[in-house]
C-alpha cells in the first residue's frame, strides 16, 4: 500500500455537516453532487437502506460539486445551505434530487418558494 495516501476521513462536525439518524447508528457518509445521475442513484439506495435500518442508521452528506461537468452543482449545493439556515437542508436535499434536471436559478428559487423559504437569503446564497 501507497504510505502516501491518506485514507482518514474527516470526523463529523454537526454544526458543518448534515447529518441524520441516531448517534449510535452505522454511519454511512456520502460525498454528493446534486447534478451528478451517481449521486442520485445513491440517494435512492440510501433511502431504501435507511428504511430497512430505521434507527440503526445515521447518514451524513457532505457536497461535493464537480463543477467542470456539472454546471449546475455549485449553485444548487449552495441553495442547500441557504435551506439549512432555515433548517430545511433535508427539504431541499429532496427536491434537488427529484428535481435533478431542473437546477435553473430560476428552479432554485421555486424549490425555495415550495418550502416557504426566505428567498432572498437563498438567492444571496447562491450566488
Known amino acids: 500500500m501507497n504510505s502516501s495516501v491518506n485514507t482518514s476521513i474527516q470526523t463529523l462536525n454537526d454544526g458543518v455537516d448534515h447529518v441524520r439518524g441516531p448517534s449510535g447508528g452505522r454511519l454511512l457518509l456520502e460525498y454528493g453532487d446534486y447534478e451528478c445521475p451517481y449521486s442520485r442513484m445513491a440517494y435512492r439506495e440510501i433511502q431504501r437502506v435507511e428504511r430497512q435500518l430505521g434507527d440503526r442508521m445515521r447518514f451524513a452528506f457532505r ?11 455549485l449553485a444548487a449545493s449552495a441553495a442547500a445551505e441557504a435551506a439549512s439556515l432555515q433548517d430545511r437542508f433535508w427539504d431541499m436535499h429532496e427536491l434537488l434530487f427529484h428535481g435533478q434536471d431542473a437546477l435553473e436559478d430560476d428552479d432554485l428559487r421555486r424549490y425555495a418558494a415550495e418550502l416557504g423559504l426566505d428567498r432572498r437569503a437563498v438567492r444571496r446564497r447562491s450566488r
Request: glycine share 0%; net charge negative.
Open 63 to 73: 457536497h461535493f460539486p464537480l463543477t467542470e461537468i456539472h454546471p449546475h452543482a
